[in-house]
C-alpha cells in the first residue's frame, strides 16, 4: 500500500513533522529495518521536511532516506544496487532515485562513486564533511599568509594533493577508493576558500 500525504506543500508545522516521523518509523518497522540505520534515516527525513515541506509519496521518500543512510562513505564496498534495494522495499526504483535525487539536492549531499560506479551519499553535515571543510580551511590559511609572506603565488594544487593524502591515507577519514573524487571536492573547496580569504584581506 503506497500513503499519500494530505499536507503538501502546507506551511511545515512541528506536528507535521513528528506526524511524518511517526509515519516512517511505523514503516521501518514493518520492513525489520536495524534501529541504527532507522534513527539516521528517520533525521535525514525530519531535516528535508522542515526544509521543503513533505512530499506527494510517502513510502519511496522513506525509502530513499534509508537508501541514502546505509549507503555513506564508511560502508564501502556496499554490492546493493538500488535496483535491489527498491526490490527488498517493493517500491519502483524510479521513484527511489527521484526522492534520493530530491534530498541530495535539498539537504547538499556529496555523491562519491567507487569504481563499480554505486554512489555513495556524504552529509553536507556529517562527520566527513565537517573534517574536510575543517582541514581545507586551516590549510588554505596557512598557504595564503605564506604566500603574503613570502611574496610568490601559492601552491593549490599541491596543497590538495596533501590534503587527500592525509584525509584518505593517514587520518583515513575517508575510503582511498573515492580518493580521486574527494580529489575534486577538495579542490573546489580550495578554490572557494582561498577566494573568500583573499577578498578578505583586500578589501581592508
Same mark, same amino acid.
Given at each position: 500500500? @503506497?500513503?499519500?500525504?494530505?499536507?503538501?506543500?502546507?506551511?511545515? /508545522?512541528?506536528?507535521?513533522?513528528?506526524?511524518?516521523?511517526?509515519?516512517?518509523?511505523?514503516?521501518?518497522?514493518?520492513?525489520?529495518?536495524?534501529?541504527?540505520?532507522?534513527?539516521?534515516?528517520?533525521?535525514?527525513?525530519?531535516?528535508?521536511?522542515?526544509?521543503?515541506?513533505?512530499?506527494?509519496?510517502?513510502?519511496?521518500?522513506?525509502?530513499?532516506?534509508?537508501?541514502? @543512510?546505509?549507503?555513506?562513505? !564508511? /560502508?564501502?564496498?556496499?554490492?546493493?544496487?538500488?535496483?535491489?534495494?527498491?526490490?527488498?522495499?517493493?517500491?519502483?526504483?524510479?521513484?527511489?532515485? !527521484?526522492?534520493?535525487?530530491?534530498?541530495?539536492?535539498?539537504?547538499?549531499?556529496? @555523491?562519491?562513486?567507487?569504481?563499480?560506479?554505486?554512489?555513495?551519499?556524504?552529509?553536507?553535515?556529517? $562527520? $566527513?564533511?565537517?573534517?574536510?571543510?575543517?582541514? @581545507?580551511?586551516? /590549510?588554505?590559511?596557512?598557504?595564503?599568509?605564506?604566500? $603574503?609572506?613570502?611574496?610568490?603565488?601559492?601552491?593549490? /594544487?599541491?596543497?590538495?594533493?596533501?590534503?587527500?593524502?592525509?584525509?584518505?591515507?593517514?587520518?583515513? $577519514?575517508?575510503?582511498?577508493?573515492?580518493?580521486?573524487?574527494?580529489?575534486?571536492?577538495?579542490?573546489?573547496?580550495?578554490?572557494?576558500?582561498?577566494?573568500?580569504?583573499?577578498?578578505?584581506?583586500?578589501?581592508?
Amino acid at each position: 500500500m @503506497v500513503t499519500h500525504f494530505d499536507d503538501e506543500h502546507l506551511a511545515v /508545522s512541528p506536528q507535521i513533522i513528528v506526524k511524518v516521523v511517526r509515519d516512517a518509523h511505523e514503516f521501518f518497522k514493518e520492513n525489520k529495518i536495524d534501529e541504527r540505520y532507522e534513527n539516521m534515516a528517520l533525521d535525514l527525513l525530519r531535516r528535508y521536511v522542515s526544509k521543503d515541506g513533505v512530499p506527494r509519496e510517502a513510502d519511496p521518500f522513506f525509502g530513499a532516506a534509508l537508501y541514502m @543512510v546505509t549507503r555513506h562513505p !564508511w /560502508s564501502h564496498p556496499n554490492p546493493l544496487t538500488k535496483t535491489e534495494f527498491a526490490s527488498k522495499l517493493r517500491m519502483k526504483e524510479s521513484s527511489l532515485e !527521484w526522492y534520493t535525487d530530491r534530498i541530495t539536492e535539498k539537504l547538499g549531499f556529496a @555523491v562519491l562513486h567507487d569504481k563499480a560506479h554505486l554512489p555513495f551519499f556524504m552529509d553536507s553535515q556529517g $562527520i $566527513i564533511a565537517s573534517v574536510v571543510d575543517s582541514v @581545507v580551511s586551516a /590549510s588554505v590559511g596557512e598557504v595564503v599568509i605564506r604566500g $603574503i609572506v613570502t611574496g610568490s603565488p601559492p601552491s593549490y /594544487s599541491k596543497l590538495a594533493d596533501g590534503i587527500v593524502d592525509r584525509l584518505c591515507n593517514v587520518v583515513k $577519514i575517508v575510503p582511498s577508493v573515492f580518493e580521486q573524487e574527494i580529489h575534486n571536492l577538495v579542490r573546489r573547496k580550495i578554490e572557494d576558500e582561498s577566494k573568500r580569504l583573499s577578498d578578505q584581506l583586500l578589501s581592508r
